[in-house]
Structure formats: C-alpha cells, structure tokens
C-alpha cells in the first residue's frame, strides 16, 4: 500500500511539473531602419547598375532562437542609383521611378512577408514570402542568415513577373545592346 501511494505521489509530482514549463512565445523583433540596408543591382548587356532603397518598416519574428517569419515594407520613392553622379544620376533614378520600371507615383511601396522558414543548418534558413511590387504579389524563396542582432539575405527578383517590362528581352525582339536582364539583386543587411 506504501508503495502504491508513493508511486502515485511521483506520478502526481511529476505530471504536475511536467505541466509547468512554459512553451517559448514567439517574440517580434522591430528592423532599425536607420541601420539597416537594402541594396539592389541590375544588369545589362553592357554593364550593371546598382543602388539603395530604403526600408520604411520591417520586423522578423523569432520563436526562441529559431526564425518563424517577419515581414517587411520599402519605401520606393527612396530609389537611388550610387554608381552615377550628375546628370547620370537624375536620369537613372527618374527612368526607374517612372512607369517604365517601376511606377513609383502610383506603387510608392514594396512589401515582403515571409510565409515559410525552414533551417537549413545552424543560423541559416531557406526562407519563402510573398513579395508585393507594383502591386502584383508573386512568392519568392531566398536565404538568410542571422547571427545574433543581425540579418542578411540575397534575393533574386525577376522584374518580368512584376510587369516591369521596359528594355527586357523577355517581352521585345532586336534589343542588341540595349537588352536589360530580367532579375536583378538585392542584398539586405538587417539589425534589430
């Protein structure tokens, strides 16, 4: 009988232990934006461009250590090009801001939210989202890594599918030298 009510006594001390622990929350974490980089390039047959953008918001949401998904906004009217200056400079940034490329007056934002995370070893992530640019949502997969405050990713965006169509071989004949390829970089350097 002593036994029986000591087995019973760990039974209950151990179910009620067992119950205790909490499960880790997921925890939100706000991107600095002021120090954080969104950096593109694009490519031609001649050469490559490449700029910045800014990011107007963005969070990433962890579940203890692991990621779980963040989303993302970009201002597009901070669309600039680096490698120029001058009158060089102007012209690039107002032909990408025009209707031409990417419409910046009607779509003055771009969106990303990430939709799936998978570890792909220890602090990297294959990760899926749905990135939103002139208005036209199409997934996309990408990797990223995190270590500690900081994020980086490499996204490989193909404009075609966002019906930025302008000097693209994909949509016109005889382009020669002009052609300008479809996807283009962006590298992002996150700190929260």
Request: proline share 2%; glycine share 8%.
């Amino acid at each position: 009988m002593k036994k029986n009510a000591l087995i019973l006594a760990l039974a209950i001390v151990t179910g009620v232990s067992a119950n205790t622990t909490n499960p880790v929350e997921e925890v939100k974490k706000e991107v600095k934006t002021d120090k954080s980089t969104v950096t593109w390039k694009a490519y031609k047959v001649t050469g490559s461009h490449y700029g910045e953008v800014a990011l107007e918001n963005g969070a990433l949401v962890f579940d203890g250590d692991k990621l779980t998904g963040g989303e993302f906004t970009v201002d597009m009217t901070s669309l600039v090009a680096t490698d120029l200056e001058g009158e060089s400079k102007g012209k690039l940034e107002g032909h990408l801001k025009s209707e031409d490329f990417f419409a910046v007056s009607q779509f003055p934002k771009s969106k990303l939210v990430i939709t799936e995370v998978k570890a792909s070893g220890k602090n990297s992530y294959e990760v899926t989202g749905d990135l939103t640019i002139k208005g036209i949502t199409k997934p996309i997969t990408f990797d990223m890594s995190v270590y500690g405050n900081k994020a980086t990713a490499t996204l490989k965006v193909d404009r075609a599918e966002y019906n930025v169509r302008y000097g693209s071989g994909s949509f016109f004949d005889n382009l020669g030298d002009k052609t300008i390829y479809d996807e283009f970089d962006l590298v992002v350097d996150l700190q929260f």
